[in-house]
């Protein structure tokens, strides 16, 4: 294949196929990837393909009586760890890989190790959480000491740690906050342990509830992140202070949140609100 051909095969995805620019990009990638990596050839005019634009899009945000509604709607450990990812902002995977060292009561602070980009951050542990969080940790403490009892492989460990702390692994500080009822197999060691909570979890709950509370918005678990910053704004804190919470690397990521500063489009008051007011007003009544 030559730039035509190639130019062609692209044209085709983004035209005929309508895929996202996610899509394309990805499809260009692959073949960067066959010429440079597999083929061993570099070819210059692969560096002058276009790449689509990322689509600018406004975060799904429920409001705190809709957030209130979603919450209620779940039930038991579905329901804390709902909560747990609205009050802090946390991704839905770093609030499932809490170990139990990271949650400091005394501190009221949650550590979230290895976050996107590989970044460690502090979050606030809501005092509303609290209590919940001890019976969760007592509930985990539990299975800890069930699977100890019985000889089981300890927890997966991150980076070359298994090696260096060969013992950390079946410590109780290490354990997962949201420990699986169910064993699986590692794909990667192949060595039956206990994992986290499987993520689908709260995401088929997450659905589950909108549909019963009757949110006609599209929500998902990101969308409990999305509310997260959006009603700290709202609450006046500052732009720089949500990016840290929220461990977005550049300030830019978390001004899409500043939408709200503009609702109703910009800020700008509609014509025909501005001529319900005059109606409404007393001066218009007595002129009438």
């Known amino acids: 294949m030559g730039a035509p051909e190639v130019t062609a095969f692209l044209s085709w995805l983004a035209a005929e196929r309508e895929v996202a620019p996610s899509t394309h990009k990805q499809a260009l990638s692959a073949i960067l990837f066959l010429y440079r990596e597999v083929l061993e050839t570099n070819l210059p005019w692969m560096d002058d393909m276009l790449?689509?634009?990322?689509?600018q899009r406004v975060p799904v945000v429920l409001s705190e009586a809709e957030v209130a509604r979603l919450l209620a709607a779940l039930e038991g450990t579905m329901a804390v760890l709902g909560r747990l990812i609205y009050g802090t902002g946390l991704r839905l995977m770093e609030a499932l890989r809490l170990r139990v060292k990271d949650v400091d009561f005394d501190r009221r602070e949650i550590v979230v190790r290895e976050g996107k980009g590989g970044k460690d951050r502090r979050v606030m542990l809501p005092v509303a959480l609290a209590e919940p969080l001890r019976l969760q940790i007592a509930h985990a403490r539990a299975v800890w000491e069930h699977d100890h009892v019985a000889g089981r492989p300890g927890v997966e460990m991150p980076?070359?740690?298994?090696?260096?702390?060969?013992?950390?692994?079946?410590s109780w500080p290490w354990f997962w906050v949201w420990p699986s009822p169910e064993l699986s197999v590692d794909p990667r060691?192949?060595?039956?342990?206990?994992?986290?909570?499987?993520?689908?979890r709260?995401?088929?709950?997450?659905?589950d509830a909108t549909f019963l509370t009757g949110i006609r918005k599209p929500v998902t678990v990101h969308t409990l992140r999305?509310?997260?910053?959006t009603h700290l704004l709202e609450a006046g804190y500052d732009i720089r202070t949500i990016q840290e919470l929220l461990g977005h690397s550049d300030v830019a990521t978390t001004m899409i949140y500043t939408h709200v500063l503009n609702k109703g489009g910009r800020g700008v008051v509609s014509p025909i609100d501005r001529m319900a007011l005059t109606e409404?007003?007393?001066?218009?009544?007595?002129a009438s």
């Open 226 to 229: 999305h509310s997260f910053a």
């Open 51 to 55: 790449r689509p634009k990322a689509r």
């Open 280 to 286: 409404c007003s007393p001066s218009a009544t007595v």
């Open 202 to 207: 709260l995401q088929r709950a997450i659905r």
């Open 159 to 170: 980076d070359a740690l298994a090696r260096k702390w060969p013992q950390a692994a079946v």
């Open 189 to 200: 060691s192949r060595i039956e342990r206990r994992h986290h909570l499987y993520e689908q």
